[in-house]
């Protein structure tokens, strides 16, 4: 049970991290990666799966 919670709880804290990071990249940056705005949660969602 305590391996379920702490994966869970690196899997929010990864999202969390990668949700920050995006949300302070400028537009040029985002651009770049192919990500707009409106998918930068789709995207760290899918980053902390893949933790």
């Known amino acids: 049970m305590f391996d379920k919670l702490r994966d869970r ?7 969390r991290q990668t ?3 995006l ?3 400028p537009d040029s940056t985002l651009a ?8 930068i949660r789709e995207h760290a ?7």
């Open 23 to 25: 949300r302070q990249a």
């Open 9 to 15: 709880f690196a899997r929010w804290l990864a999202y």
């Open 19 to 21: 949700l920050a990071s």
């Open 32 to 39: 770049d990666a192919g990500i707009s705005r409106e998918e």
């Open 45 to 51: 969602r899918h980053a902390s799966l893949r933790r």
